[in-house]
């Protein structure tokens, strides 16, 4: 029993981290991810309720790993669905909280700001063509990445 949360535990905290690096602007990848989908209506990024739910996660695992080693007793559960709870509020109230938060991380919201949506579209598509120590750069950089989405744009560009 003690590895089944020790692993839940790794696992949550990968993607923890994977959320934090995404949310202070460090990993493109998701968000950029997002801009490829067609439809009316497009997608925001929103982490909250993930957040939410792999630190409650976290949590929970980590508050059973010291239960199983040790004698004391951690309100792990009682947290864990208190932050589940507020993962479930920020899911479906997501509309007033994009509202009152601004829009994280703020490459995303310059992105949107001075893109349209295809051009969005494109700059995301051209983004799975990127080799993997390219994307490492522009992770790293967001004038490199900028630079290389403003090249994309006037790559791209139709006559009308």
């Known amino acids: 029993m003690f590895f089944v949360f020790f692993a839940f535990g790794i696992i949550s905290t990968i993607f ?13 990848d998701p968000i950029l991810i997002l801009f490829q989908r067609y439809g009316n209506h497009e997608p925001v990024y929103y982490p ?14 980590i508050g059973w790993v010291i239960q199983s ?3 004391i007793h951690v309100p792990s559960l009682e947290i864990s669905f208190l932050l589940w709870f507020l993962a479930y509020l ?3 109230f997501q509309q007033p909280a994009q509202d ?8 995303y919201r ?3 700001q001075e893109t349209s949506r295809v051009e969005r579209r494109r700059i995301a598509y051209m983004w ?4 993997l120590r390219t994307r490492l750069l522009y992770n790293a950089s967001n004038h490199q990445f900028f630079l290389w989405a403003d090249l994309v744009i ?3 560009i139709e006559e009308a």
């Not at 981290?17 to 949310?23: C, E, F, P």
């Not at 909250?48 to 695992?61: D, E, K, R, T």
């Not at 938060?101 to 703020?106: A, G, H, I």
Request: glycine share 4%; net charge positive; proline share 8%.
């Open 16 to 28: 923890l981290i994977r959320d934090i690096l995404v949310l202070i602007g460090i990993y493109k």
């Open 48 to 61: 909250f309720p993930a957040l939410l739910f792999w630190l409650g996660l976290l949590v929970i695992s």
């Open 69 to 71: 080693i040790t004698t």
């Open 90 to 92: 920020a899911h479906q």
């Open 100 to 107: 009152a938060v601004p829009v994280l991380p703020s490459w």
């Open 110 to 112: 310059q992105l949107m």
């Open 128 to 131: 799975l063509h990127l080799p």
């Open 154 to 156: 006037i790559a791209t």
